[in-house]
């Protein structure tokens, strides 16, 4: 769904304001969930959205349009795994319940991808029971592709290198991954 669970958003809010990004990348921002949060909290961060399913754009309001300012700055509609590498130099990179939409190893990829590309920060967050989905509002990404155990995530954002934080709920794992 273009939504997303309330819970480890605390936690992610308080790693937000701990590091206090310039440049994010919101990856698969459905309906701007994590702009809406984050941005309150910092003024001046340029914001870019990477969203695949272009109803998406238009029905949340993500873009800067004559008519009305958007969540984000700059928005690319598009496959993230297809993305330009440029799209994840930033301070931040958000994978915010996105991962589970694509296969394991193409997510793995794309983690990897992001780190080699120079992102200093990566937020993702993932359910870690099993929450079986298909196609939601016509759109076929909204399909789970890949159920995420925790452990398994960990070993992902450990093998990144830097540092990881993680806060494991009943329902979502996040972690927040460094470059040091």
Same mark, same amino acid.
């Given at each position: 769904?273009? !939504?997303?669970?309330?819970?480890?958003?605390?936690? @992610? /809010?308080?790693?937000?304001?701990? *590091?206090?990004?310039? !440049?994010?990348?919101?990856?698969?921002?459905?309906?701007?969930?994590?702009?809406? /949060?984050?941005?309150?909290?910092?003024?001046?961060?340029?914001?870019?959205?990477?969203?695949?399913?272009?109803?998406?754009?238009?029905?949340? $309001? &993500?873009?800067?349009?004559?008519? =009305?300012? $958007?969540?984000?700055?700059?928005?690319?509609? &598009?496959?993230?795994?297809?993305?330009?590498?440029?799209?994840?130099?930033?301070? &931040?990179?958000?994978?915010?319940?996105?991962?589970?939409?694509?296969?394991?190893?193409?997510?793995?990829?794309?983690?990897?991808? !992001?780190?080699?590309?120079?992102?200093w920060n990566i937020l993702v967050?993932?359910?870690?029971?099993? @929450?079986? #989905?298909?196609?939601?509002?016509?759109?076929? *990404?909204?399909? *789970? &592709?890949? #159920?995420?155990?925790?452990?398994d995530m960990d070993a992902v954002?450990?093998?990144?290198?830097? =540092?990881?934080?993680?806060? =494991?709920?009943?329902? /979502?794992?996040?972690?927040?991954?460094?470059?040091?």
């Amino acid at each position: 769904m273009p !939504t997303s669970d309330a819970e480890g958003k605390d936690w @992610s /809010l308080d790693w937000f304001r701990y *590091h206090l990004p310039n !440049t994010v990348t919101d990856v698969g921002p459905g309906e701007g969930t994590y702009a809406k /949060l984050f941005r309150p909290v910092h003024h001046g961060v340029w914001w870019t959205a990477v969203e695949i399913f272009k109803p998406y754009i238009r029905r949340f $309001g &993500l873009k800067n349009t004559a008519k =009305r300012t $958007g969540m984000y700055d700059e928005v690319h509609n &598009l496959d993230a795994r297809e993305a330009p590498d440029h799209l994840f130099h930033r301070d &931040l990179v958000i994978f915010g319940d996105l991962l589970e939409h694509v296969e394991r190893d193409d997510a793995v990829a794309l983690l990897e991808r !992001t780190v080699a590309a120079g992102a200093w920060n990566i937020l993702v967050s993932v359910p870690i029971v099993d @929450s079986p #989905q298909g196609e939601v509002d016509g759109n076929p *990404h909204e399909a *789970h &592709l890949h #159920q995420w155990d925790a452990d398994d995530m960990d070993a992902v954002m450990a093998a990144l290198g830097g =540092r990881v934080e993680t806060m =494991r709920g009943s329902t /979502l794992g996040v972690w927040w991954w460094m470059r040091t």
